[in-house]
């Protein structure tokens, strides 16, 4: 059950609009830079291209731009058209990895459990940051990479913007708003966001099984029907920042948003052969709820020395209610809650050792619980009555301890050398006794520079980290969860609907990466690169399917837990390219033409050591992603037009020694356009999943019997206004 915080051939591709110009960010919302670098901060305005080529660590970064173009409502519409990036699951992946592989920051810092991309707007986010590699100052739980947030601070001059928009996917639109307040007083700075936020959205689809039936023998069915979810929240992210002297600043930056939601599956059944087992029509809805608050104290004692101090405090409440039917009338009915809580503290001391020169040191320290309770009646009886109502918890802490040391080391060179200490400890909680665990994590980082001429336009990038996943706190909860289809525990259900369980015992996978690059910077803005990666990676966790004798069932149980399970690694080649037109092909586009082109290619192979070949690949990575888009702004009206296409192909995983997983291919297309209609008011019309193709899995186990689903989802259009007060 989703807690429903719903809170990017070896020709040039074509690769992201230019960046427009945007402020320096303040240090500690971006990777390490040279010293040089932190003592112009204020000086100029650097644009985004300048940004990534003066930065110590390879990152893409998106400025307003590429946040604005599309008048999309949330983050993570922006990030699925975003190279290296895509969506799957409501979660952002890089280097085609699970989710868990990436890092979400914000600001600088781990996003909170239970946090929602897609319910944060992007008008209160200043600019993305792409990290392909981790840094010493930040968790190291970044084995694909980093997407860090960087959300707007109180303006330096008064700010009134309105954004308001309707969004159209099934029976009715929807609406969306927010508002933007900044002001300034004196040495105070005060920025309050405010979004409020619907959705709606029906998807189709059609899904066959072939298993063992009511009887015991095999059957094959088919089921046909929709989908439809839908509903509302707001959130509210204020930041007040007070410039105590030349050398000290204050600032405290909260969010809190809160919500509803609502899924109904409805399903048309048909018997091909023998007495299958249908999926139920259910209904489920719940509510969300998230608070966040974070202090940060700078002192620059002198011009050489500097202290940062953070703070930071969340909790999260989710609640859930899942009705499941059968024969007309209520079948199965599961409700419960989530609480997550946590605090962060972490502090930072720079020493500038030279001009082009420095050295910090710091801590990072997390305390996390995840609390989970629920209960389930079949036909008004308990289903579990040793688990019902009882609190199942994980808890972790983590502290961590760094130093790196950030050195241009001539005209030509520059290094970047980290090491973090991080100690994880978990521990489980549930009707049985607790169990801990504890491990010791130890990454060395070394990142390398070099341009070939200063004043050029080409570098190299090299770099040798290690990285960490850890477990998500769900997935050490030992609570079991039966398969609703096969919710009479006095009957064996079978391989392709299992139950599932946490792990206490999980370890954390650690991460040994390799990473170079070459870059060329266009003089009109441009860029084109092209890097290659590899990632050697132990203990790495997967869910595996297995017959047991369980306590919670009278009959024997296939039961899916997520264990560590082999040794595996994944390589990769990246090309990007972006720039205008004239700029990238002179010989086809007039120099002037006010067309922006923007696309990448990326190629991935991974292999787990436990399983044959020739798919034994990594959990639901892609052997390939392209994406591609365009922007023109017309000459003769104030009007931009642009468009883009992501595209992945079919392929298949071999997740166990008897089982398979196929999935098809995946496009998106998404247009926009953007029309001044006056220096205070623009409109922006955006059509998203143009043209959406019918999206195809299927698992197969080696004793034949299968489950396919084909789903195809809907266009959603959209217009909105933005409004400067």
């Given amino acids: 059950m989703r807690t429903i915080i719903k809170l990017i051939s070896f020709a040039p591709l074509l690769v992201t609009t230019q960046v427009f110009a945007q402020e320096i960010p303040a240090i500690g919302d971006q990777a390490p830079r040279p010293a040089t670098q932190r003592v112009e901060v204020g000086a100029r305005q650097l644009n985004g291209t300048e940004l990534r080529r003066n930065a110590m660590v390879a990152k893409q970064l998106y400025g307003r731009d590429e946040l604005d173009k599309y008048g999309d409502t949330n983050v993570l519409d922006v990030l699925k058209r975003l190279p290296g990036v895509n969506i799957q699951g409501g979660a952002a992946r890089m280097r085609g990895l699970g989710a868990g592989y990436t890092q979400i920051l914000l600001n600088g810092d781990p996003a909170p459990p239970g946090f929602a991309l897609d319910q944060l707007n ?17 968790s190291a739980q970044a084995v694909a990479g980093s997407i860090n947030i960087i959300l707007k601070e109180a303006p330096r001059l008064s700010q009134r913007d309105l954004r308001m928009g309707v969004n159209y996917n099934y029976e009715h639109p929807v609406a969306n708003a927010n508002l933007t307040l900044g002001e300034r007083f004196g040495a105070v700075g005060v920025f309050a966001p405010i979004s409020v936020f619907q959705w709606r ?177 079949l036909l008004g009886v308990p289903l579990l009555p040793q688990f019902d109502g009882q609190p199942f918890s994980a808890r972790i802490d983590r502290n961590a301890f760094y130093v790196q040391d950030e050195w241009e080391i001539s005209p030509h060179w520059s290094t970047y050398f980290g090491l973090r200490n991080e100690r994880i400890e978990t521990q489980s909680r549930g009707t049985g006794a607790t169990v801990s665990n504890s491990s010791s994590v130890l990454t060395p980082l070394w990142h390398l520079n070099y341009k070939f001429d200063p004043a050029s336009r080409d570098m190299i990038r090299a770099s040798l980290t290690r990285s960490y996943r850890a477990p998500e706190a769900g997935t050490l909860l030992a609570r079991p969860r039966p398969n609703q289809s096969f919710a009479d525990l006095t009957q064996t259900n079978t391989e392709l609907a299992a139950d599932s369980v946490g792990n206490p015992a999980l370890k954390p996978e650690l991460a040994t990466g390799l990473d170079v690059a070459y870059e060329h910077y266009f003089s009109g803005g441009g860029l084109m690169s092209i890097g290659a990666f590899h990632r050697s990676i132990s203990d790495l966790m997967r869910s595996i399917t297995s017959l047991e004798i369980v306590n919670y069932a009278t009959a024997p149980r296939w039961v899916s837990r997520t264990v560590n399970f082999s040794q595996a690694t994944t390589t990769g080649i990246e090309l990007e390219i972006k720039g205008r037109a004239g700029e990238l092909m002179p010989s086809l586009f007039d120099p002037k033409l006010a067309l922006n082109l923007r696309g990448s290619l990326n190629f991935y192979r991974s292999n787990v050591a436990a399983l044959p070949g020739p798919n034994n690949r990594l959990d639901s990575q892609q052997p390939w992603a392209g994406t591609f888009g365009l922007d023109y702004r017309f000459s003769d009206l104030p009007l931009i037009v642009g468009g883009s296409l992501n595209f992945t192909p079919s392929y298949a995983t071999q997740q166990s020694l008897t089982q398979t997983v196929d999935a098809g291919r995946s496009r998106a297309i998404d247009i926009f356009a953007q029309m001044p209609l006056s220096k205070v ?45």
């Fill in 201 to 377: 959205n029906q998807s189709e689809f059609e899904n066959q099984r072939f298993m063992p039936g009511t009887n015991n023998l095999p059957a094959l069915s088919m089921q046909s029907g929709g989908q439809l979810n839908w509903g509302s929240g707001f959130n509210i992210g204020p930041r007040i920042t007070w410039k105590i002297s030349d050398e000290e600043t204050l600032s405290l930056q909260t969010f809190a948003n809160k919500g509803h939601w609502n899924n109904q599956t409805i399903y048309q059944n048909r018997t091909l052969s023998g007495l299958p087992i249908f999926e139920d029509n259910n209904k489920s809805y719940g509510t969300f709820q998230n608070i966040r608050g974070n202090g940060q104290w700078v002192n620059r004692f002198s011009d050489s020395q500097r202290i940062e101090i953070k703070l930071g405090l969340q909790d999260a409440a989710n609640t859930f209610n899942v009705d499941t039917f059968r024969n007309g009338g209520l079948y199965l009915k599961t409700l419960g809650d989530n609480k997550d809580q946590g605090i962060t503290q972490s502090g930072k001391y720079t020493q500038l050792l030279g001009e082009e020169h420095s050295l910090t040191a710091g801590w990072d320290l997390e305390w996390r619980k995840r609390e989970v309770t629920s209960a389930t009646a």
């Fill in 681 to 725: 008011l623009s409109v922006r019309a955006s059509a998203n999943n143009v043209a959406p193709l019918e999206n195809e899995s299927r698992t197969l186990l080696s004793s034949g019997y299968f489950t396919s689903s084909t789903r195809k989802s809907r266009t959603s259009v959209g217009v909105g206004f933005e409004v400067k007060l």
């Fill in 122 to 138: 992007p008008s209160q986010v200043e600019r993305i940051e792409v990290t392909k590699g981790p840094t010493a100052d930040q």
